[in-house]
């Protein structure tokens, strides 16, 4: 089969004016971190995952969250994704302050506005590749046919037509990755959410997860936060955010981070 991922190349800067973290009116920017802390636990065990992060993302922007196991990443992520509540600041997408939204309303907001890829890619073991795309358009009322047409043209770009009827134990773990991309795209989200799509594929098979990732958010005009540890996916985003002990801080000049 011909490989159906180009090398997309990456561009060197985001539009506008000189990017900085600490920019919670950035005009133009989809979401808006703004001085958010989290703290887990209390008390003695507490541990303080997350101080203070203030940053902003441009509608249309790829970016990177770089930074060693422990340090914040999925917090961070879990958090602006609604997945998980701050201890303090707020988290804007749009014109919605997800910290302030009720249960309920956080539930439809992620299915329809935001795309979460996992780590593990967690696909639901007993449904195959396309019915796990199917499956979270009926969270959000998808007509059938039109769900099923989107899971078709989806799973041909990302070069998995022919492994659809596959389940998720018959896929090779690029292929799981692949679906998963395909998965937060199903309903259109305004945000994805990467979660180190390529922890468990070799370098290049990585290249390739992230490239078609890099590819799918652009042409689709989606904005997008990649967490990774490996310095060699930074160079397919935007810009990058290095997080260090839960402090977050804007990269300006990405080529001088260290291999
Ligand atoms: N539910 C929790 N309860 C207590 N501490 C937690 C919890 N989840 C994470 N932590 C701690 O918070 C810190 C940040 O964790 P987080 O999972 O955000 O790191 P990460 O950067 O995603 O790491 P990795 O690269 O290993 O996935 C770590 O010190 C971790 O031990
Ligand atoms: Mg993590």
Redo the contacts with the bound molecule.
């Keep these: 089969m011909n490989d159906p991922i180009d090398a997309t190349s990456p561009v060197p800067d985001g539009p506008g004016p000189a990017p900085s973290a600490d920019a919670p009116t950035r005009p133009g920017a989809l979401l808006h971190v703004d001085h958010v802390s989290?703290v887990?636990?209390s008390g003695h065990t507490a541990?303080t995952?997350?101080d203070d992060a203030t940053m902003a993302v441009d509608q249309g922007e790829f970016v990177a969250l770089l930074?060693?196991?422990?340090?914040?990443?999925?917090?961070?992520i879990?958090i602006i994704g609604g997945l998980l509540s701050a201890t303090s600041g707020t988290v804007r997408i749009g014109d919605v302050d997800v910290t302030a939204l009720s249960r309920r309303e956080l539930t439809r907001f992620r299915a329809e506005r935001v795309g979460f890829v996992f780590?593990s890619a967690n696909l639901v073991p007993f449904l195959t590749a396309r019915e796990n795309l199917l499956y979270v358009a009926t969270l959000v009322k998808t007509p059938k046919k039109a769900a099923q047409q989107r899971a078709d043209q989806l799973l041909e770009e990302l070069g998995l037509a022919d492994r659809a009827k596959n389940l998720p134990e018959q896929l090779s773990g690029g292929e799981r990755q692949r679906v998963a991309i395909g998965r937060a795209l199903m309903n259109d989200p305004d945000l994805v959410l990467v979660?180190?799509p390529t922890a468990a594929l070799d370098t290049a098979l990585g290249r390739q997860v992230v490239q078609l990732l890099r590819r799918e958010i652009k042409d689709r005009g989606k904005t997008g936060i990649m967490?990774t540890?490996d310095l060699r996916m930074v160079e397919y985003t935007d810009r990058v955010f290095e997080?260090l002990d839960?402090h977050l801080t804007h990269v300006e000049e990405p080529s001088a981070l260290k291999h």
């Design positions: 989290k887990y636990g541990v995952a997350l930074g060693p196991s422990g340090s914040g990443k999925t917090t961070l879990s780590q979660d180190e967490v540890h997080i839960g």
